[in-house]
């Protein structure tokens, strides 16, 4: 497949035009270790896509994980392959790496998103996501946080991932009233499992706003694959345990 074949589609008001499927970076430091990793993003960006999706939290849940290992193997790849320029990088704060590191306060925005830029080895990340609410902390200074990081030329868009609606409408009004930047994405639990959650309420508010949505587990986990058969085929599998709720 040629890259000119991918037809690439925008991401809200973004600016970023994103081909149709996405790299979840979360495999980085679980199931794909640092030496398999160059093949896959080699392979999918050969393919003619460009956006890969990861988090400063990949994989922490591993045993003797702490969390940057997805944003430090994709940087590395990134320094090797020399192909940060045909890329997007996607990557998210705010989910607990440590005891006290977590929210969306200024404080710790600024701060996760300097040390996922050393860890990505890049000047710049493309989008940057809020990964959960942070009911403690006040839109207009996550909103305020992110304006900085623009400003600076650190991010270039930011986006939000498992938000309320309400949620959403009251960062959607603030960014207007105040001139702040706007989430211009979001990323949903979705699939042909899991849709009334976001056909509900949210993707009639993500189409009224023009905001892309860039679904998870949208395989369930692999469930709709149909390599898990039965409760027996979830023994011994890196997901069986996510698996199993479906």
């Known amino acids: 497949m040629q890259s ?17 499927l996405v790299f979840g970076g979360n495999v980085f430091g679980w199931t794909v270790n640092e030496a398999g990793a160059p093949q896959l993003l080699d392979h999918f960006v050969d ?9 400063d939290i990949y994989s922490n849940w591993i045993p003797g994980n702490h969390g940057g290992e997805s944003e430090t193997i994709i940087g590395k790849w990134l320094k090797q392959s020399g192909k940060r320029d045909r890329v ?20 710790h925005i600024l701060r996760s998103a300097d ?32 304006a900085d990081l623009i ?9 939000a991932s498992n938000f309320q609606p309400a949620t959403l409408r009251a960062a959607f009004k603030i960014s207007r009233e105040k001139g ?10 979705y699939n042909l499992y899991v849709r009334a959650k976001f ?18 587990y949208s395989l369930a986990s692999g469930f ?23």
Request: glycine residues 8%.
């Open 115 to 146: 040390e996922s830029l050393a860890r990505l080895r890049s000047d710049y990340i493309d989008l940057y996501q809020s990964h959960t609410e942070d009911p403690e902390t006040p839109l207009e200074e996550t909103l305020e946080a992110y």
């Open 47 to 55: 393919a003619g896509f460009n956006m890969i999706d990861t988090a």
């Open 151 to 159: 400003k600076a030329g650190k991010v270039r868009a930011i986006g």
């Open 224 to 246: 709709l694959t149909g390599k898990y058969r039965s409760e027996k085929d979830l023994a011994n599998r890196s997901r069986g345990s996510g698996v199993h709720k479906y």
């Open 4 to 20: 000119n074949q991918v037809q690439k589609r925008k991401l809200g008001n973004s600016g970023l035009e994103v081909a149709p």
């Open 180 to 189: 702040l930047p706007r989430y211009e994405s979001l990323q949903p639990e």
């Open 88 to 107: 997007l990088i996607a990557t998210k704060s705010g989910i607990e790496m440590s005891e006290g590191r977590k929210g969306l306060s200024r404080k």
């Open 199 to 216: 056909e509900d309420e949210i993707e009639a508010l993500c189409r009224e706003n023009n905001v892309g949505v860039i679904p998870y």
